[in-house]
């Protein structure tokens, strides 16, 4: 026998236990991510299933441990949401301040993003960052001073104006990076074809950044639609939200934990729709700067 062959003889066997190693460790790598996936799955889904449950049993089976599955489902609680507590004007209202908000903070922050990508007005965007940051909480008071002062409390407006002071600075941050990833080549071969600088943006960029729009709108609408303390402090009872109204299940001695789980579900509902059908368009939308460069 050559000395090569026992040379890769020698080789072959010092690398056996080697790949065997990695064998194990590969497959408890794996075996761990499914795990953690599976936590991480279960403890996003069991509260969302012990609502939908809740909101089909009586308050009795809610209390009642040995009947958390196997009990008889009522639709009384929903009954109960838009029969009785005028839901169906609390959804309006939630979608007429969503979708202003949310229209009003395009048409302001996009163009104010593009501007600040193109023309690397870094100052701005650090303005823009501290207000993105600046917890909202922390601005009621004077808020409600100064709107209450003009008489606007308890208006559609005032509503509009406070949740647009959130959806704006998170407009313009995400669409500052989606610009930032899109070449500016295009726009200058637009111009060299004869457009200005805003037909290059109307025209070009405008339609390509329809995916960073999308993501742009549909969080800045689910954070309309879910926002709690501007409502409560600024609504009055014609433009009370959805989240305002759950409170009406909540009373000084007692709570109705069906209807409260039955209002939550109709809450839920729309925005878990709306996540689904636009799912593409926030993950594109999100991960479009990630490869700039």
Known sequence: MSSLTVTKNVAATDAAPQMRKRSKTGRGYRIFRVLALVF???MFIAPLVWMVLASLK???DIYDSSKTFLFDPTLENYGTVFGRANYLGYIFNSFWIGFAS???SL?????AAYAMSRFTMHKSAVVVLLARVIPGVSLLVPWYFVFSQLKMVGGFGVLILSHMFVALPLIVYIMMSFFDSLPIELEEAAQVDGLTPIGAFL???LPLSTPGIATAGILSFIFSWNNFMFALVLSGSKTKTLPVAIFDFVAYASIDWG??????????VPIMVISLFMQKYVVSGLTAGATKG
Do not use: F, Q, S
Not at 107 to 111: A, F, I, R, S, T
């Open 40 to 42: 991480v799955i279960v």
């Open 58 to 60: 009586t308050n009795v």
């Open 102 to 104: 949310t229209a009003l």
């Open 107 to 111: 048409l302001l922050g996009v163009p």
């Open 203 to 205: 025209r070009i960029t």
């Open 259 to 268: 209807g409260l789980m039955a209002a939550a579900v109709v809450i839920t």
